[in-house]
């Protein structure tokens, strides 16, 4: 079953959030010159089943993820989001998460 995040994202940005892990993975295994999702793997210094909980919805690709990748590949992490398929203009933590945090 795909990742389906708790706190969903406004109605009018709900159509915008349409995570495709699935295009990010093939997108920095081609731009990385890589092999395969096991050498993508090793590049983020995570195991080989993270990035294929990630490509099968199981996991999500969180901000920590994002950041790696963009440490590895140097795109930008709106470029990153916006080839998962989040076309969302803002970014914000759930309530929950800021209520942890104070």
Same mark, same amino acid.
């Given at each position: 079953?795909?990742?389906?995040? !708790?706190?969903?994202?406004?109605?009018? &940005?709900?159509?915008?959030?349409?995570?495709?892990?699935?295009?990010?993975?093939? @997108?920095?295994?081609? @731009?990385?010159? +890589?092999?395969?999702?096991?050498?993508? *793997? %090793?590049?983020? !210094?995570?195991?080989?089943?993270?990035?294929?909980? +990630? /490509? @099968?919805? %199981?996991?999500?690709?969180?901000?920590?993820?994002?950041?790696?990748? @963009?440490?590895? *590949?140097?795109?930008?992490?709106?470029?990153?989001? /916006?080839?998962?398929?989040?076309? %969302?203009?803002?970014?914000?933590?759930?309530?929950?998460? &800021?209520?942890? &945090?104070?």
């Amino acid at each position: 079953m795909p990742f389906v995040p !708790e706190e969903a994202a406004p109605a009018d &940005e709900a159509e915008e959030f349409n995570p495709n892990p699935n295009a990010l993975l093939d @997108h920095l295994v081609k @731009h990385l010159k +890589l092999k395969n999702d096991a050498a993508l *793997s %090793r590049l983020l !210094e995570v195991q080989p089943p993270v990035v294929s909980k +990630l /490509r @099968h919805g %199981r996991l999500p690709v969180g901000p920590t993820m994002l950041i790696k990748m @963009h440490e590895v *590949s140097d795109i930008e992490i709106r470029e990153l989001r /916006r080839l998962m398929g989040d076309r %969302r203009k803002h970014f914000r933590m759930p309530e929950k998460a &800021e209520a942890a &945090e104070a």
